[in-house]
T-cell receptor
Framework: DAGVTQSPTHLIKTRGQQVTLRCSPK?????VSWYQQALGQGPQFIFQ???????QRGNFPDRFSGHQFPNYSSELNVNALLLGDSALYLC??????????FGPGTRLTVT | QKEVEQDPGPLSVPEGAIVSLNCTYS??????FMWYRQYSRKGPELLMY????GNKEDGRFTAQVDKSSKYISLFIRDSQPSDSATYLC??????????FGAGTTVTVRA
């Protein structure tokens, strides 16, 4: 049984560019949440998707947007990248609002 | 004041010792409490998930929640070098958004 998968593993972007990160949830899970983890900090909640709708959003600007597909996979898009967006981006999946299981993350470096 | 405060460590213990990790929180509405383990440059791994107050044991791990004091703990018995990692506490009001502590880095010396 595959766990949560994320792609790409690592990418480098330039300030002002746009990036799309992808997540496939654990089998049987229908809810996907995205988190940003800066170095030495705990993850910060970005938003959560359920039934292809954004259900809840954290304190992140509109430059951060997402999407959930009918197969429950999800994308995180970040526009107009800033140096401060450099972080580990984590996807977590869950079923019926219980335990959230995290993927390995995508490490984004903005130069 | 942060919503979730966690002892920053780092914590270094000899193999076989008991590791004690703690978090305090300010939001009395939290009712779901979790502990995650995160190895360097990896995603967090769920260790313990508890609802409301009380104790929960799973193998060498024991989680305690004291809602009256807004305090949660994780104990690791018979610690092993493979337990060396960063431990994150997390909590939630409604199982949607998780609020995390900053993490405690633990090293178990062989």
């Amino acid at each position: 049984d595959a766990g949560v998968t994320q792609s790409p593993t690592h990418l480098i972007k330039t300030r002002g560019q746009q990036v799309t990160l992808r997540c496939s949830p654990k089998s049987g899970h229908d809810t996907v949440s995205w988190y940003q983890q800066a170095l030495g900090q705990g993850p910060q909640f970005i938003f959560q998707y359920y039934e292809e709708e954004e259900r809840q959003r954290g304190n992140f600007p509109d430059r951060f947007s997402g999407h959930q597909f009918p197969n429950y996979s999800s994308e995180l898009n970040v526009n107009a990248l800033l140096l401060g967006d450099s972080a580990l981006y984590l996807c977590a999946s869950s079923f019926n609002l219980h335990e959230q299981y995290f993927g390995p993350g995508t490490r984004l470096t903005v130069t | 004041q942060k919503e979730v405060e966690q002892d920053p460590g780092p914590l270094s213990v000899p193999e076989g010792a008991i590791v004690s990790l703690n978090c305090t929180y300010s939001n009395s509405a939290f009712q779901y409490f979790m502990w995650y383990r995160q190895y360097s440059r990896k995603g967090p791994e769920l260790l313990m998930y508890t609802y409301s107050s009380g104790n929960k044991e799973d193998g060498r791990f024991t989680a305690q929640v004291d809602k009256s004091s807004k305090y949660i703990s994780l104990f690791i018995r018979d610690s092993q070098p493979s337990d060396s990692a960063t431990y994150l506490c997390a909590m939630s009001v409604d199982d949607y958004k998780l609020s995390f502590g900053a993490g405690t880095t633990v090293t178990v010396r062989a």
